[in-house]
Structures are given as structure tokens and as C-alpha cells.
């Protein structure tokens, strides 16, 4: 599990958090066909779907139980600091 400090908080469940835990052990195969699915509905065309920062934003999203439009709307900082443990994970 990863742990993510963010700058600015977020709300999760009705809660303010200043940091969010990526359990990448909790996800599943079939949550990830889901994703791209989901990604692919929003418009995304990149050809290998793991470089893909909406997808990877939307499995971040999903890891914290938060809308997709969440992660996208944070501060850039976070967004990146969000989504690289992501990146990592999925092309690692």
C-alpha cells in the first residue's frame, strides 16, 4: 500500500483527507477492463491505455472511492503525486 500526502485536501465519503492510500493489491483484473472501458467512453484514444494519464487518474479514483472528475480537478502537484504510484504500478 502506498500512501499519498496531498496539499490540498480532498473529500473521500464525506471526510476531508490530506492523504490517500493506494492498496493496488485490492484491484482486479476485470476493475482495470472496467476502467478502460469507462476511459474509452470519456473519449480517451491512446493506443497502449496504461500511458494514458485519464486512465490512470480513473484507476486512482478508484482505489480512493472518489469520482474520476475528482482527481482530475485537483491542483496539479497532487494530481502528479496521485497518479505516478499509478503509472508506476500499471507499467511496472
Known sequence: MQVVKLNNPIMVNG?????????????????????????????????????SMDFQALVAAKLIGVPVEDVLEMQSTDFKNLVLPVANFLLG
Open 15 to 51: 471526510k476531508e483527507v490530506k492523504e490517500v492510500k493506494l492498496d493496488f493489491e485490492a484491484i482486479r483484473g476485470k476493475d482495470l477492463i472496467a476502467a478502460e472501458k469507462e476511459v474509452r467512453k470519456m473519449g480517451d484514444t491512446t493506443p497502449a491505455v496504461f500511458l
